[in-house]
């Protein structure tokens, strides 16, 4: 069965310490994004990677850190430095080529930062 | 900086009736995606736009997507209680990257 899993599902976190989320795909996918959404809102773009060994900050990059040594890996680091670490964060990845570009999204991590 | 706004942001539907969520965006783009949200799920994808014109339906949704005029909109007819969700449109701007609207929250009532 292909998909994106996350993981854990629900994190707890004191302030002050990273935490690092799991985000792992099996659909032979070659770009892959992170994403946060806050309450009430829509989903604001993190990091992307579009390759494996590369990756781009998104609009909110600051206090995160990532990595993509393989393909079908994309963790995401919330770092002390990220002043409003609670939210949802939301994995997805798409596939190159195609006529679509359609992402395709995992499950998601609530974080909760106390 | 692209703007995505939905309209409106929460929607109270009576069954049996027909309703319309707006998505307008502030720069061009060929591409538009409508996904749908369950309280505190991930997202589906409903449609895949890509180009002036288009027109995808499933079930009780059409979606259909004006570039000229950047608006999309998605049309719920004869509303039923299993499409109480929240719908977001995402515009792909540069390098296949999506910009979200804020999410209307529907909610579907007897």
């Known amino acids: 069965d292909g998909g994106i899993t996350q993981s854990p599902k629900y994190l707890f976190r004191k302030e002050g310490q990273n935490v690092t989320l799991s985000c792992e795909q099996n659909l032979n996918h070659d770009a892959m994004y992170w994403y946060r959404q806050d309450p009430g809102q829509g989903l604001r773009l993190i990091y992307y990677?579009?390759?494996?060994?590369?990756?781009q900050k998104g609009d909110i990059a600051e206090g995160y850190s990532v990595s993509r040594e393989k393909k079908e890996s994309f963790p995401l680091t919330v770092t002390s430095a990220q002043k409003n670490p609670t939210a949802f964060y939301l994995c997805?990845?798409?596939?190159?080529?195609?006529?679509?570009?359609?992402?395709?999204f995992g499950p998601g991590t609530r974080l909760t930062v106390t | 900086e692209l703007k995505v706004e939905q309209n409106p942001l929460f929607l109270s539907m009576q069954e049996g009736k027909n309703y319309t969520i707006y998505c307008n965006y502030s720069t061009t783009s060929d591409r538009l995606y409508w996904y749908r949200q369950d309280p505190g799920k991930s997202l589906e994808s409903l449609f895949v736009?890509?180009?002036?014109?288009a027109v995808k339906q499933e079930g009780r949704l059409m979606a259909s997507l004006d570039t000229k005029a950047r608006l999309s909109t998605l049309h719920i007819t004869a509303a039923v209680h299993d499409l109480s969700a929240t719908y977001f449109c995402a515009v792909e701007v540069g390098d296949y990257k999506l910009s979200f609207g804020a999410g209307t929250t529907v909610t579907v009532r007897a």
């Open positions: 990677s579009q390759i494996v060994n590369d990756f």
């Open positions: 997805a990845s798409r596939r190159a080529g195609g006529i679509t570009h359609e992402q395709y």
């Open positions: 736009l890509l180009s002036n014109g």
